[in-house]
């Protein structure tokens, strides 16, 4: 399978050391050979129909900020609606940053690959938050594959377990700690006593969060990935200014003390109901299995016949993230073979 990438990041660069590393198995028990047929960062593009050596796309960065920098095949400044627009292809990865709430650049990205008949997997939250349900209609109008299941709980296969494994169930709720870094926020406060904003200095110091953990903070980060849930699992067609969000910022240690004292933690809880869909913290009580720590996460189904069921496990990862792009890989070749 012909793969572009745009964006070669943390996911972006594990993902292509996956795909190194275990191209003898992929082909064995998958029979699918991913090539990577061009990568584009803010720089440029690296473009090789032949495939791209994944360590010379890296050496080039090392050296010139850009895989652009490559000596032969290295393109400064081309876009990656160029290379989306020129590069014979089967498969885009969108592997942006994620901007809310306008999407962009991913957007535009995510759509120009499904005009051009390209299949799409992304991590990126911010195009689906802005506008899934118009996504998913194009990308069924055009007969290809959008698959996004990186953009919830990381490597953790959230969106999957809720599709595939509680076929006849009627999902009744979701709630989910669906953000690490305020979970992780959250568990420092209550466990060495210190303010929000020291726990956050703490987690950026050691490189849990990201250099702008506004999102995180604010809420957004968990409503979009609510958005992604209700439209996909419940079958909601709802955008992130549908969500009823409050972040985390007034939390005081006080307020973490008086959980604590109930044998409580406060949590960011994202919540999808018949009634609601919103994002606030909330206490949980410690023997609920929705009460992870650090910077795990945990979404808890509430179904009409198998009960309540908790999935947990790391939120975030370049190489988690990846092993997501490698399953939705592997999941739209299967489609194509059936
Ligand atoms: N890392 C995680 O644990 C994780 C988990 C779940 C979801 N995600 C999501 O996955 C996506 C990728 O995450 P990441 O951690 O790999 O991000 P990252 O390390 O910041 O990498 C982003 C990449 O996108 C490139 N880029 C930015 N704007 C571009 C543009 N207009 N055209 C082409 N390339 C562009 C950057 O280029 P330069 O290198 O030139 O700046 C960089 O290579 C994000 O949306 C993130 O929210 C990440």
């Keep these: 399978m012909r793969v572009i990438m745009i964006g070669f990041g943390s996911v972006g660069k594990a993902f292509g050391e996956i795909v190194k590393k275990s191209s003898g198995l992929l082909i064995k028990r998958y029979r699918i050979t991913p090539k990577v047929v061009a990568i ?7 473009i090789n129909q032949q495939g791209v050596d994944l360590q010379e796309a890296i050496s080039a960065r090392l050296s010139s900020g850009s895989v652009a920098g490559h000596r032969i095949l290295g393109h400064k400044g081309t876009t ?8 014979e292809a089967d498969v885009l990865l969108e592997l942006t940053p994620t901007n809310l709430p306008d999407g962009e650049p991913g957007l535009t990205h995510i759509e120009s690959a499904i005009k051009k008949r390209l299949n799409v997997i ?3 939250k911010g195009p689906l938050a802005a506008a899934m349900p118009s996504l998913l209609e194009l990308a069924r109008y055009q007969g290809v594959h959008l698959r996004f299941s990186g953009t919830v709980g990381g490597g953790t296969p959230i969106l999957n377990f809720a599709k595939e494994c509680l076929t006849g169930c009627r999902i009744e709720s979701i709630e989910g700690i669906l953000n690490s ?3 992780h926020v959250l568990t420092r406060m209550a466990d060495a006593g210190i303010t929000l904003n020291e726990a956050l200095k703490e987690a950026q110091d050691a490189g849990y969060t990201e250099a702008d953990p506004s999102y995180d903070i604010n809420g957004l980060d968990t409503a979009s990935k609510l958005v992604i849930m209700s439209n996909w699992i419940m079958g909601r067609r709802v955008s992130i200014r549908d969500v009823d969000i409050e972040g985390i910022s007034n939390v005081s240690v006080e307020d973490v003390e008086n959980a604590k004292r109930s044998e409580k933690a406060i949590k960011l809880v994202g919540l999808i109901n018949d009634s609601e869909i919103s994002v606030h913290p909330r206490t949980v009580p410690f023997d609920n299995p929705l009460c992870v720590k650090g910077t795990l996460n945990a979404v808890a189904f509430k179904t009409d016949l198998a009960g309540t069921i908790t999935v947990t496990g790391r939120g975030a990862g370049g190489t988690e993230t990846a092993s997501a792009v490698l399953r939705d890989l592997i999941d739209i070749k299967r489609t194509l073979l059936e």
Aim: glycine residues 10%; hydrophobic residues 40%; charged residues 20%.
């Design 40 to 46: 584009v960062d803010r720089g440029g593009a690296i």
């Design 80 to 87: 990656a609606l160029t290379v989306i627009d020129r590069v």
């Design 122 to 124: 992304t991590t990126n």
């Design 181 to 183: 870094t305020t979970n």
